[in-house]
């Protein structure tokens, strides 16, 4: 086990959703050298910035959670920036980290990765059984290499590197713009506007419009416990095979607009915009694999995730 207190450790996107949860998971560790980079001082796509990164933080740890993220829309209007900015960041920042001879790199890959046809409950070891679903393929394909990149270190150079699967994350502090955002913020977000609107008419009633056919089915993970999971994969996992992180628990998407629309207060129209995408069919993780090897188990019942999430959209942003 490495005990995390005195190391120097750089969290890439530690600004970010999930990276402000990792920090503070950090600090509650008694770790006082954490260094997270700005994007506008350090742009991890270019070689150089990745190498004076290093050069000016001199980490022991490196945890890299910098990616270029969104939902099905963002995936699908933006596939070849996805693909490009994800596969450079991660690539080079693991290739210096090598080079700088840190004790150990932490990567964040992603479901997007598995086959579009997974089994259920998708198992590390089905995650080259096919190609992932087309319109997450380039984001999930560029992690995907991270894994590759991974294995390939430790053979060669005795690198150590963890690749992480993270399941689709929710909780406080999420994007809520709906251009970029996953499913649940941009559906709490149109619930809640559409809830706060002001009818024309006294029996007109309020409307949202949702992707898809609703069939689909997804997990999610509070972000919190995924933080929480990364800290003790830093800690405790020292192999290059992968590891799903996630709740083990499945709901359709049907089902989770009706919840957040009962959760929320919101007693209007859903209408399903069928000649949108559903995204991948099924996505449900094998989470035995990460209690197994350190310990994580998901803590947050997720109708208690979810009003935590509405109750900070409207503290903050509604």
């Keep these: 086990m490495i005990n995390l207190k005195n190391k120097r450790i750089l969290v890439t996107g530690g600004s970010g959703f999930l990276g402000k949860y990792v920090v503070s998971k950090l600090k509650e560790r008694g770790c006082k050298k954490i260094f997270i980079p700005c994007s506008k001082e350090y742009d991890l796509v270019g070689m150089n910035a990745v190498k004076r990164l290093y050069h000016d933080t001199k980490p022991d740890i490196v945890i890299h959670l910098a ?20 596969l450079m960041m991660g690539i080079q920042m693991m290739e210096v980290g090598r080079q700088a001879e840190i004790e150990k790199f932490v990567a964040i890959g992603t479901i997007c990765s598995y086959p579009k046809f997974t089994p259920v409950p998708f198992k590390e070891e089905n995650l080259w059984d096919g190609y992932p679903e087309e319109t997450n393929a380039p984001y999930g394909l560029a992690k995907k290499m991270l894994l590759v990149q991974s294995q390939a270190y430790r053979q060669q150079y005795g690198f150590n590197s963890i690749f992480l699967l993270p399941v689709n994350l929710y909780g406080p502090g999420d994007n809520f713009n709906l251009d970029s955002s996953h499913v ?4 709490i977000r149109k619930c809640i506007d559409a809830k706060n609107q002001v009818p024309s008419t006294k029996n007109q009633k309020s409307t949202i419009t949702v992707w898809g056919t609703g069939k689909p089915t997804r997990e999610f993970l509070y972000v919190e416990d995924a933080a929480e999971a990364i800290i003790l994969s830093t800690e405790k996992y020292n192999k290059s095979e992968p590891v ?3 709740s083990g628990f499945e709901i359709s998407i049907n089902d989770l607009v009706k919840l957040i629309a009962k959760l929320v207060g919101f007693e209007g129209i859903i209408v399903w915009d069928k000649a949108k995408p559903d995204g991948q069919p099924r996505r449900s993780l094998d989470v035995r694999k990460a209690k197994k090897e350190f310990g994580f188990k998901g803590k947050t019942n997720f109708e208690s995730g979810l009003t935590k999430t509405i109750e900070w959209y409207r503290k903050n942003l509604a």
Excluded: Q, W
């Excluded at 649940?184 to 559906?187: D, E, G, H, K, R």
């Design 67 to 86: 990616a270029k993220v969104g939902g099905i829309g963002a995936n699908r209007d933006n596939p070849g920036k996805f693909f490009y900015d994800n």
């Design 184 to 187: 649940i913020p941009a559906l």
């Design 244 to 246: 799903n992180l996630g």
